[in-house]
T-cell receptor, first 111, second 111 residues
Framework: QQQVKQSPQSLIVQKGGIPIINCAYE??????FPWYQQFPGKGPALLIA?????SEKKEGRFTISFNKSAKQFSLHIMDSQPGDSATYFC??????????FGQGTRLTINP | DSGVTQTPKHLITATGQRVTLRCSPR?????VYWYQQSLDQGLQFLIQYYNGEERAKGNILERFSAQQFPDLHSELNLSSLELGDSALYFC??????????FGEGSWLTVV
C-alpha cells in the first residue's frame, strides 16, 4: 500500500511537445503529491505539488492533473524545452514529509 | 542551491570498510532525512530525525546508522560495506510540515 508507481521509465519528446508522466498510488491516506526534478549530479528539487482538494494545479509551463477516485496524478510540461531534460520523480505521502517516491522518469527533449 | 550541505561529494572505499557521510540542514530546519538512490531502486527513504530524535525509519540496513547532533547536523554511518552499497546518498531537510529540500548528495563507490 506504500507504493507509488510511475510511468514511463523514459520519454523522448521533440521541443515544443507536451510530455506527460503518470503516477498511481494505493494508500488513500496520502494527501500530498509533489513532483521533483533532478538534473545529473544534483539533488532532486521540488517542482510543483498538489493536495487532493483540487483536480489541477499550474505553475508556469508545469501542470499537475489529479484524479482522486482513480488514485492517479500526472505531470504535463507545456512547450517543452531542451533545458527540461532531466529525471522527474513523483511522490506521495501523508503530509509533506512522509514521502514515498516513484521510480523516476528520464525525460529527453530533443531540439 | 537548496541550502542543504553534504560532505564528502565523492567517496571511494573498499568492501568491509566504514564511512561517515555528513549533512548540514537548511538554517532553521529541524528535520533531517537520509535517502539512498541507486540505478535500479530509485529514491529509497532510509531514516528521519527531528530535533535530535529518530522520527521515522525506512529501508535502512542494520549495518547503517544515523544520528542528529544538538547543532542539528546529521551523520550517516555505513559499516561493513558491500559492493551493493554503492549509491548516491542524499540528505534532505525540512521545517515541520513543510517541503523537503534535498542536498546534492554524496557519491559512494565501494570497490
Amino acid at each position: 500500500q506504500q507504493q507509488v508507481k510511475q510511468s514511463p521509465q523514459s520519454l523522448i519528446v521533440q521541443k515544443g511537445g507536451i510530455p506527460i508522466i503518470n503516477c498511481a498510488y494505493e494508500n488513500t491516506a496520502f494527501d500530498y503529491f509533489p513532483w521533483y526534478q533532478q538534473f545529473p549530479g544534483k539533488g532532486p528539487a521540488l517542482l510543483i505539488a498538489i493536495r487532493p482538494d483540487v483536480s489541477e494545479k499550474k505553475e508556469g509551463r508545469f501542470t499537475i492533473s489529479f484524479n482522486k477516485s482513480a488514485k492517479q496524478f500526472s505531470l504535463h510540461i507545456m512547450d517543452s524545452q531542451p533545458g527540461d531534460s532531466a529525471t522527474y520523480f513523483c511522490a506521495a505521502g501523508e503530509g509533506a514529509q512522509k514521502l514515498v517516491f516513484g521510480q523516476g522518469t528520464r525525460l529527453t527533449i530533443n531540439p | 542551491d537548496s541550502g542543504v550541505t553534504q560532505t564528502p561529494k565523492h567517496l571511494i572505499t573498499a568492501t568491509g570498510q566504514r564511512v561517515t557521510l555528513r549533512c548540514s540542514p537548511r538554517s532553521g530546519d529541524l528535520s533531517v532525512y537520509w535517502y539512498q538512490q541507486s540505478l535500479d531502486q530509485g529514491l529509497q527513504f532510509l531514516i528521519q530525525y527531528y530535533n535530535g530524535e529518530e522520527r521515522a525509519k525506512g529501508n535502512i540496513l542494520e549495518r547503517f546508522s544515523a544520528q542528529q547532533f544538538p547543532d542539528l547536523h546529521s551523520e550517516l554511518n555505513l559499516s561493513s560495506l558491500e559492493l551493493g552499497d554503492s549509491a548516491l546518498y542524499f540528505c534532505a531537510s525540512s521545517a515541520l510540515g513543510n517541503t523537503i529540500y534535498f542536498g546534492e548528495g554524496s557519491w559512494l563507490t565501494v570497490v
